[in-house]
Nanobody, 124 residues
Framework: EVQLVESGGGLVQAGGSLRLSCAAS????????IGWFRQTPQKAREGVAS????????IYGESVEGRFTISSDNANNTVYLQMSDLKPEDTAVYYC?????????????????WGQGTQVTVSS
């Protein structure tokens, strides 16, 4: 059974950092594109970052470029999202997702497996 479990969310002050983890089971992250997304009640789900181990590529959403870093630990079948210089507008539920295609993308519809999400709250 394919499963993605996010962890690492919480409450942090503006300017702080958090590292989110996405633990995968039922498949190997090395063979999938893994993406991080976020959503608030007021906005549609937004692509944050994506990584392809096969292609050695990463992409980021404009609003997080230079502040967030996505990485993969294939030995532990886990993908991370290191978030720095956090802002109140980064507050959202963060989801990881898996896409069997080889190309990185922030398009929500390309991803077929999703985790349950982890809440990140950034206070001002």
């Amino acid at each position: 059974e394919v499963q993605l479990v996010e962890s690492g969310g919480g409450l942090v002050q503006a300017g702080g950092s958090l590292r989110l983890s996405c633990a995968a089971s039922g498949f190997t992250v090395d063979n999938y594109v893994i993406g991080w997304f976020r959503q608030t009640p007021q906005k549609a789900r937004e692509g944050v970052a994506s990584i392809s181990n096969r292609g050695g590529m990463t992409i980021y959403g404009e609003s997080v470029e230079g502040r967030f870093t996505i990485s993969s630990d294939n030995a532990n079948n886990t993908v991370y999202l290191q978030m720095s210089d956090l802002k109140p507008e980064d507050t959202a539920v963060y989801y990881c997702a898996a896409n069997p295609d080889a190309r990185v993308t922030l398009r929500v519809g390309a991803y077929i497996y999703w985790g349950q999400g982890t809440q990140v709250t950034v206070s001002s």
